[in-house]
């Protein structure tokens, strides 16, 4: 059992025990694991109680970061359990590559039609996310696609929201407890433009460049071919400074983007949801 590095305030504590209680009563479980730090817990808390009766398998597909995916394997590592990686091919359907503005159910339909076969194979396991109360007011088309394949959330049932998630993560000593969230990079296309491996390569591209350079919570939204970096608005500074220093323009139109802004509102997640 992971040990609390940290005093937790009664409520924190609380919901901690709800959480183990929850996998008490579970059997076999596999986990929806992304590597955030949302799925970790769950992770955490399923290898914890379920041992062998555990598994998280990550869905891979252009989308997802390369360093994101290494982050899910060392942490995986750091926490015990059993990990594997499924491919998915959400580009090839075109209610995902269209990017409408339920792209994400078309998203997690797809990840959901991999993980059932593999929980079955092991004996019949409850799939489960890491979707936390928080998320139950936002927009997530795929919450929806995960509850019709049968999905469940123990973070959600147990009551736990994000900010929770972060001191349980701390109290238990889990050195990511403040991995700054990091959705999926078709997130960084305006809804109605259309997604493909190349377009989420360059996005990739260019945020594994701002990350190399000390930015660690970024995003560069793409229009087009134009470039618009996001970060916290106390780093602007520090970007433009960069900029005199560091080839940032060639480096992004190296890319193939045509045009590099900086958006002076600075780094907003969901930003693009405004839309809707």
Not at 28 to 36: P, R
Not at 41 to 63: C, R, Y
Not at 130 to 136: F, I, K, M, S, Y
Not at 215 to 226: A, E, I, M
């Amino acid at each position: 059992m992971f040990r609390l590095q940290d005093s937790l305030p009664a409520r924190e504590g609380e919901l901690l025990q709800s959480l183990r209680a929850w996998f008490a009563q579970q059997d076999a479980v596999c986990v929806a694991y992304s590597g955030g730090v949302d799925s970790t817990l769950v992770a955490a808390i399923a290898h914890e109680q379920k041992g062998d009766g555990a598994f998280a398998v990550t869905g891979v597909s252009p989308a997802l970061a390369p360093h994101l995916l290494e982050e899910a394997r060392s942490q995986a590592a750091w926490i015990g359990i059993r990990h594997r990686e499924c491919t998915t091919r959400e580009l090839a359907d075109p209610a995902y590559s269209s990017n409408p503005i339920d792209r994400c159910f078309a998203c997690k339909r797809e990840l959901h039609r991999h993980l059932q076969p593999i929980a079955v194979a092991a004996g019949a396991a409850q799939v489960i996310d890491g979707v936390n109360l928080d998320d139950l007011g936002d927009h997530r088309p795929g919450i929806e696609a995960a509850r019709l394949a049968g999905v469940r959330s123990p973070l959600a049932e147990s009551g736990i929201d994000k900010a929770a998630i972060r001191r349980l993560s701390q109290a238990l000593g889990f050195p990511w407890w403040d991995k700054p969230a990091q959705p999926c990079l078709s997130s960084r296309f305006p809804y109605g433009e259309s997604i493909s491996a190349e377009r989420l390569k360059r996005v990739g591209q260019a945020e594994a460049w701002l990350l190399s350079h000390g930015f660690s919570r970024v995003r560069v939204r793409c229009q087009g071919l134009s470039a618009r970096i996001e970060i916290p608005r106390d780093r602007l500074l520090d970007l433009m400074q960069l900029n005199e220093r560091e080839p940032l323009v060639s480096t992004m139109l190296g890319l193939g983007f045509t045009s590099v802004s900086l958006d002076l509102e600075g780094l907003v997640s969901g930003k693009l949801n405004r839309e809707i």
